[in-house]
């Protein structure tokens, strides 16, 4: 914009000095300042400052590179139709020049046409300019909506992320610390074993800590800022590891009765969740009807729903639990059954507590 401002005060002293010697020459001098003025008034107030300009242009053709620069300014920066009524202002200021000062080089025949194919031409062009730059704020600001999208997206997947982690710490946690209490439970209360089985069950309890500290470890660490690290996770137990889970549970005491009856391989995702039912319903067990058998029934086909129960006697009235619970393992449960498109079901009913869980295993 500087240089076009430049380039018509340079057009305007041209035609200054070849208004010289004129009859009005004090005139356009004046004229030719105060059209400089209009100029740079058009940076700021683009309207104002080409309507001076045009206004000048009646009375000195000095003044047409400022009305014409005006109108382009106009045209770039204000609504056409507020472009078109500055240019058809021009026109006509331009018309009334001609007639009482007219050109000597150029009839009036060609003079008009001329006129109105130059500011017809700056109208084009400002409104091509204002379209772009339009165009250009609009692609920014899309660019701009679609990277906080995107960062959006990544922070939702992150927390996601993170909520799945702090289940699965509430699921192992939660399991390997009952193993635990169950161990301690017995020494506390069994004194008179034979320091063989003293040594052993304190064993136990000394693995179990370790083992909780590892996992606990593990699962923090996952939960830093790194992403990194959230990629290296090591992959969750399905249940193709339910035999090692059982076992565990077995070697605390607890009686564990398993009945599979699914017909091949469980896919990963039923598998993941199936395997976090059976944990959970195993832990509650430990919890809350500690030395009670639990059955363990698996079903399912590809093709058809993958069915787990879990079932436990229910504890006396007024029994305490074997050790503390937080009360939200069932709710976590059900959310996470819920995201793997399945359903959850506990109650408890003939003296029993059923745990229920209906998995999607496609063909």
């Keep these: 914009m500087v240089s076009a401002i430049l380039g018509a005060g340079a057009l305007t002293s041209a035609m200054l000095w070849g208004q010289a010697g004129g009859p ?22 683009p309207v104002p400052g080409a309507l001076a300009a045009t206004l000048l242009a009646v009375i000195s053709p000095v003044a047409t590179p400022a009305a014409t620069l005006g109108a382009m300014q106009v045209a770039q920066r204000r609504r056409f139709g507020v472009a078109a009524a500055v240019a058809a202002a021009g026109i006509a200021a331009h018309l009334v020049q001609a007639l009482w000062r007219p050109n000597s080089g150029i009839s009036f025949g060609w003079w008009l046409p001329l006129i109105c194919a130059t500011y017809g031409a ?50 192992v946690l939660a399991h390997r610390l009952s ?22 069950a304190a064993g136990v309890v000394r693995s179990g800590v370790h083992q909780a500290l590892e996992e606990l470890r593990q699962v923090i660490g996952l939960l830093r800022e790194e992403d990194d690290l959230l990629d290296e996770r090591e992959p969750w137990p399905t249940l193709a590891d339910l035999p090692r889970l059982v076992a565990e549970a077995r070697e605390a005491g607890q009686d564990v009765r398993v009945s599979d009856e699914t017909a091949g ?63 939200t393992g069932l709710v976590g449960l ?8 399945g359903q959850l079901d506990h109650h408890s009913t003939g003296g029993r507590f059923r745990l229920h869980a209906r998995l999607p295993w496609p063909a």
Excluded at 334 to 339: D, F, G, I, Y
């Design 179 to 200: 193993l635990v209490a169950t161990h301690a439970g017995a020494l506390e209360y069994r004194p008179d074993s034979s320091p063989d089985q003293l040594a052993r």
């Design 334 to 341: 059900t959310e996470r059954v819920r995201l793997a498109e």
């Design 122 to 171: 700056l109208l084009g062009w400002g409104a091509l300019a204002r379209s772009r730059r339009a165009l250009l704020i609009s692609l920014h600001e899309r660019a701009r909506r679609a990277e906080t999208e995107q960062g959006r997206r990544i922070a939702e997947a992150r927390m996601a992320e993170r909520r799945t982690l702090a289940r699965e710490m509430h699921d």
């Design 265 to 327: 391989a469980v896919p990963p995702p039923a598998g993941r969740t199936g395997y976090r039912v059976v944990q959970e319903g195993l832990t509650n067990a430990r919890k809350h009807a500690p030395g009670q058998p639990v059955e363990v029934l698996l079903r399912g086909a590809p093709g058809t729903p993958l069915l787990i129960t879990v079932t436990n006697p229910m504890p006396p009235p007024g029994a305490a639990p074997a050790s503390p619970s937080s009360g």
């Design 24 to 45: 009005f020459v004090g005139l356009d001098v004046v004229v030719a300042v105060v059209s400089l003025v209009a100029m740079l008034a058009q940076l700021r107030w």
